[in-house]
């Protein structure tokens, strides 16, 4: 009985937190499951893991753990599928999880897991252009909320431009010993074979299509919400 309370009580105490509060805490989780995916991705990568089997594993693993809850909780909310729908589903689908994924795999394969994490922080700004070129968002200069969202894009752009195209001083450099193994990890993760070059357009590639997949993803919840 002492557990059922307490477990009610929490329930209760989770309700009370207002939901723009709650919103920030689930985007502010997300972030810290996506700062630990640039580093399992680029682990598995230097284990030797295909680049094309890798997210193929990823989605199966989605569609098992979401296909319950969209089948049981939304099952009476689907719209029909029809041709429409299908060609849209399958146009999301080739930009943000084939054009998406593929280039990030192969961008961080010739990057790092900080440099392709820092290049991520320009997708809000790519975002924005790409809306308001397809006057999807609105920008009113003579308001506060358009400052707003121009100075932000222009500060996300800045700051993204700064931690990815500035080198500064080694911090720590752990040197290695002649009698101890290197890590599989530091080892083939700083390997000489990258070409920067290649993965920073690659990343670019996974940015833009992030970005479209964000803004057709938005305007097409509008006819299929679930």
């Known amino acids: 009985m002492a557990d059922v309370g307490g477990s009610a009580s929490s329930g209760r105490m989770w309700c009370s937190v207002p939901e723009k509060f709650q919103l920030h ?3 502010l989780a997300l972030q810290f499951g996506y700062a630990g995916f640039h580093v399992v991705s680029r682990a598995a990568l ?10 193929v594993y990823r989605n199966i693993i989605a569609l098992l753990l979401l296909l319950p809850f969209a089948y049981f909780l939304e099952k009476k909310e689907r719209p029909a599928l029809t041709l429409n729908f299908a060609l849209q589903f399958f146009l999301l689908a080739l930009v943000g999880i084939t054009a998406n994924q593929g280039f990030y795999l192969l961008g ?6 900080t440099f392709a994490s820092a290049i991520q922080n320009s997708v809000p700004a790519i975002t924005f252009l790409m809306a308001a070129l397809l006057r999807i968002e609105k920008v009113r200069i003579n308001r506060k909320d358009g400052i707003a969202k121009v100075l932000g894009t222009i500060c996300c752009v800045a700051g993204a431009s700064v931690i990815t195209l500035y080198t500064g ?3 720590y450099s752990p040197a290695n010993h002649l009698n101890r193994p290197t890590p ?3 080892s083939l993760g700083d390997a000489e074979a990258k070409n920067w070059t290649l993965g920073c ?3 670019i590639g996974h940015c833009l299509s992030w970005s479209g997949w964000l803004v057709f993803a938005g305007t097409g919840s509008e006819k299929v919400p679930c």
Not at 46 to 55: E, I, Q
């Open 201 to 203: 357009l690659y990343l």
């Open 25 to 27: 805490l689930a985007m």
């Open 46 to 55: 230097n284990m030797g893991v295909s680049k094309l089997v890798f997210p």
């Open 108 to 113: 961080l394969e010739n990057t790092s897991p």
């Open 169 to 171: 001083p080694v911090i």
């Open 184 to 186: 599989m990890f530091v």
